[in-house]
Every structure is written in C-alpha cells, then in structure tokens.
C-alpha cells in the first residue's frame, strides 16, 4: 500500500449537467519523480482514484533570454546542459522545425519532455 500526502482539496460545484473543469498547481519541494494522485469524493462519501500520474520535478532555475525575443534574433536557454534534449512548438502544438528564425508569436520550449516554458516573440 502506498501512503499518499494531502496536498490540498478542491470544492466541487456539486450536481451539474455541464461540463466542469477544475485545476490546480503546485511546486513539490524536491526533485526527482514525484507520483500525483487525482482522486474524487462524492458527497455520499464514495471515493474514486482518477489518475494516478508520476512527473519529474527538476528544481532547477531554467530560463530563455532575452525575453521577449525579436522576429529572427537568436535566443538562449539558461541552466540546461548540452545533452538536454530541447523541442520548440508553436501555440497550436505543432513542433517547429527552424529553431533559430521564429516568426511572430507564442512556443513552447520542451525541455526533456518535461519542462516547459513560454518564448514570445515579437
């Protein structure tokens, strides 16, 4: 049996026909694989194991400079190493290909498929 640690609780809107999305963020005080249990408690007391979801924390002060960058400047990441592996992809998801010529807008930057980070460009 594992032993899980209540990290906080979130009030339900209670009976609904419509779709409700909740959501929730926090930052673990550690690094390594933290395992995240999302679980739902009805007010008949009936309890249900959503997910169960196991994420690398990595502490670590990763940043992109400059920020904002210009259409075509060259930008940086600060705080990875070179065998990190790191995937630009625009706002709708889709990789980009040309790192080094971003054209106006908003990417993500993955950083070994588990830190993610905004780069805006103007």
């Known amino acids: 049996m594992q032993n899980w640690e209540l990290v906080d609780q979130v009030s339900g809107v209670g009976n609904s026909s419509n779709t409700n999305e909740y959501s929730y963020s926090f930052t673990p005080d550690m690094n390594g694989n933290v395992y ?27 940043s992109l400079y400059p920020m904002p960058v210009r259409e075509g400047q060259q930008w ?7 065998n990190d592996k790191v995937q630009v992809y625009n706002s709708a998801m889709v990789p980009v290909e040309n790192k080094d010529n971003l054209i106006r807008g908003f990417y993500y930057v993955v950083i070994n498929d588990n830190t993610v980070k905004k780069l805006i460009v103007k």
Do not use: A
Request: aromatic share 2%.
């Open 36 to 62: 995240i249990q999302l679980s739902q408690t009805d007010y008949d007391g009936t309890h249900e194991i959503l997910k169960v979801m196991n994420v690398h924390v990595s502490n670590s002060k990763i």
């Open 76 to 82: 940086h990441i600060r705080g990875i190493n070179s």
